[in-house]
Every structure is written in structure tokens, then in C-alpha cells.
């Protein structure tokens, strides 16, 4: 599973949602695997590089979202709270 969210979802949300996604989808969360771009890329690396002058081009980021993205099967969008979604505010 994929995990599309915003930075500013608490940890809690996060998992909440996740847990409810399984139980709706009646999966076992010890054996779903969820990918979130921002931990698995390490943005805050990439942010910490740009701050010292050294850049990554977008190519390689892309090559690598691509390669994760192939080998995912669900995409989940977590909207809280849901009349008002952070990400799309």
C-alpha cells in the first residue's frame, strides 16, 4: 500500500487510518506493508542537501519513485478530518 498523507497528519492519524483501512479490507496489519514517499525517499535528506548546496536531479528521484511505485498494489489517500482533508486545503 502506498500512502498518500501530509506532514501534518499526527502519527496517531496516521495510524488510525491505516488500521481502519485493513479492518475494512479485512487484511492483517501484521502483514501489510505500507510505502510513505516522504520515509522512504528521506525527504528531509534531500531537504538537508539542497541547504548545503549540493542538489539531487529530479530524474533520479523520479527513477526512484517509479521503481516503488511498480511494485505497489493500492494507492490509500488519507483525507482527515474528512469536511476539511489537510492535503487538499
Known amino acids: 500500500v502506498m500512502l498518500s498523507w501530509s506532514w501534518q497528519y499526527s502519527v496517531r492519524t496516521v495510524v488510525r487510518a491505516l488500521v481502519r483501512w485493513c479492518t475494512m479490507e479485512k487484511r492483517d496489519p501484521k502483514k501489510v506493508f505500507v510505502w510513505q514517499c516522504a ?18 536531479s529530479f530524474e533520479t528521484f523520479k527513477a526512484l519513485f517509479e521503481k516503488r511505485m511498480d511494485h505497489t498494489s493500492h494507492v490509500l489517500s488519507l483525507m482527515a478530518p474528512w469536511d476539511q482533508p489537510i492535503n487538499i486545503t
Open 39 to 56: 520515509l522512504c525517499n528521506n525527504q528531509f535528506r534531500v531537504e538537508a542537501s539542497k541547504a548545503s548546496g549540493e542538489w539531487e
